[in-house]
């Protein structure tokens, strides 16, 4: 999918990915972590 995204949807996917890692770094469980991503990507 990467191959056919354009260069934004790629910044928001570095982006979401890095907000992740940040997550998982705070010990956030999986599904909360999935709730706020999914509220963020919304916005």
């Known amino acids: 999918m ?6 934004e949807q790629l910044l928001v996917l570095a982006n979401i990915e890095g907000m992740n890692a940040e997550f998982i770094h705070m010990d956030l469980p999986q599904g909360e972590r999935l709730k706020r991503l999914n509220q963020i990507a919304i916005r």
């Open 2 to 7: 990467r191959e056919y995204a354009t260069i």
